[in-house]
Every structure is written in structure tokens, then in C-alpha cells.
């Protein structure tokens, strides 16, 4: 029993510093637009809601490449 739950916690560990990771690479990808300062200064909603899309869906790729 104790084993799942450490297992669990170190998945859940990787899987969000892979979506930071996927995040930082979509940051890299477009160098003439700042992602965050479009979101957070700028109030980009189309651009808030399209990274929300994104880490959504890696989240669900990273999700099921872990539990294979």
C-alpha cells in the first residue's frame, strides 16, 4: 500500500514538471510573443483559454503515457 502512494506522488511530481517543461517550449517556440505577458499584463482571454487548451491536453497525453 505504501508503495502506490509513493508511486503516485512521484508521478503526479513528473508529470507536472513535464507540463511546465511543455509550457517553457511553447514559450521558446514563439520568441516574438511573450506568452505570460499576453496573458497576464495584456488580458489576452483568447490566448488564456487556448494555454489552458494546451496544458489541458498535455496533461491528458502525460496522464496516459504513465499509467501506460
Not at 510573443?33 to 488564456?48: C, Q, T
Amino acid at each position: 500500500m505504501y508503495n502506490y502512494i509513493v508511486s503516485s506522488v512521484v508521478y503526479s511530481f513528473i508529470g507536472i514538471a513535464i507540463l511546465f517543461i511543455a509550457f517553457a517550449i511553447a514559450e521558446v517556440l514563439t520568441p516574438r510573443h511573450n506568452l505570460r505577458k499576453e496573458i497576464l499584463e495584456n488580458k489576452n482571454m483568447a490566448l488564456a483559454v487556448l494555454a489552458g487548451f494546451f496544458m489541458l491536453s498535455i496533461a491528458i497525453i502525460i496522464a496516459s503515457a504513465i499509467h501506460g
